[in-house]
């Protein structure tokens, strides 16, 4: 599956999805996660211009080769940062200070959302959902599905859903606090 872009958010950098790693490459690199092995089998590279300083070419350690594992960019709710996704292995990473930067915990991430109005972006997992603001991590969701969630709506404040349940063998609708991450319904 090709890399998608979804730059929702407004965002003080400029980058581009790589087909392949560069010839000439820019004198500024960086490998997420510092410790990954086999780096270029498969991985995400992006070309990102910080608004404060010198291009740099990122490189994103391919988590899943499966097509149901997202791969691609997004921008986030802090303008500075940026979010790539390599086979459902999710990073943020702040574009002025490219060492900073987060790993988030799904393994594998199955989707991303982007809520503007909330200033949230969303990542799903087969069990819970977990939410980037401005100030970073907002919050995650208890487990929500013994395994396969689908995101159905937002209403208000209110993130729906389907999780499936191991026990009933069917899906339970669940609703989520969008502000806190609280269950207020189901699962």
Same mark, same amino acid.
């Given at each position: 599956m090709d890399p998608v872009s979804h730059l929702d958010f407004a965002h003080s950098w400029q980058a581009e999805i790589l087909p392949r790693r560069p010839p000439i490459l820019p004198p500024r690199r960086f490998i997420y996660p510092r410790e990954a092995e086999e780096i270029e089998r498969g991985a995400l590279e992006i070309l990102v211009r910080p608004a404060s300083? *010198?291009?740099?070419?990122?490189? /994103? !350690? #391919?988590? /899943? !080769?499966?097509? !149901?594992?997202?791969?691609? #960019?997004?921008?986030c709710p802090r303008p500075a940062e940026l979010c790539a996704v390599a086979g459902g292995y999710a990073y943020i990473v702040d *574009?002025?200070?490219? &060492?900073?930067?987060?790993? #988030?915990?799904?393994?594998?991430? #199955?989707?991303?959302?982007?809520?503007?109005?909330h200033r949230l972006l969303? /990542? !799903?997992?087969? &069990?819970?959902?977990? *939410?980037?603001?401005?100030?970073? +991590?907002?919050? &995650?969701?208890?487990?929500?599905?013994?395994?396969? +969630?689908?995101l159905i709506e937002i209403r208000g404040h209110e993130l729906r859903g389907l999780g499936w349940d191991l026990f009933t063998d069917r899906d339970v609708a669940f609703v989520l606090d969008l502000r806190t991450g609280d269950l207020l319904q189901g699962a």
């Open positions: 300083d *010198a291009p740099f070419l990122a490189t /994103f !350690a #391919l988590g /899943f !080769a499966d097509p !149901a594992a997202p791969t691609g #960019l997004w921008s *574009a002025d200070n490219p &060492q900073r930067f987060s790993h #988030l915990p799904f393994r594998p991430v #199955l989707e991303v959302r982007p809520l503007p109005e969303v /990542f !799903a997992s087969h &069990q819970s959902l977990l *939410a980037w603001g401005e100030d970073g +991590l907002a919050w &995650q969701s208890p487990r929500l599905s013994s395994e396969g +969630l689908r």
